[in-house]
């Protein structure tokens, strides 16, 4: 099964946030970060608000925290939010799709077994589970190339 850009970047989000427990971050920090074009990301951000896992505030000293405790936000259960209904195959339409052999064919419930089990992987895990190596998670992050730039820290990251 292949994560739409939508979910990764929100897990992206997820797991930066974790990593800098205590600290409020920015769309564009983040973006530049990861390379990704803040406006894409100003959407995940809006929509993982509006499901309670991020706290977003405006204004000066405002920014992104995580709504709950990285042991709450269970990884399946973030990965259906921003998916949706897992589609694996054309049968899996709510009209039944236009297959010829769908009424007869057992592939469908192979499917089904098989992003239940995807699913059942990922319910195992939290997002705690994601950062337990944060020290090395913010060392990467603090030098990773932000956007085809040479790796620099950014000034908030400076003391």
Known sequence: M???AFTDYSLRVLIYLA???GRRATVGEIARRFALKENHLTKVV?????????????GKGGGLDLALPPERIVIGQVVRQ????????ECFAADGGHCGIARLCRLRGVLHEAVQAFYRVLDGY????LVHNRDELVQ?????PVGAAAPVPLAEDTP
């Open 126 to 129: 939290t997002l705690a589970d």
């Open 140 to 144: 990467v992050m603090q030098f990773m």
């Open 2 to 4: 292949r994560l739409t």
């Open 19 to 21: 990593a800098h427990p």
């Open 46 to 58: 809006h929509f993982l608000g509006k499901q309670g896992l991020l706290a977003n505030v405006r």
């Open 82 to 89: 921003t998916e949706g209904a897992a589609m694996p195959a």
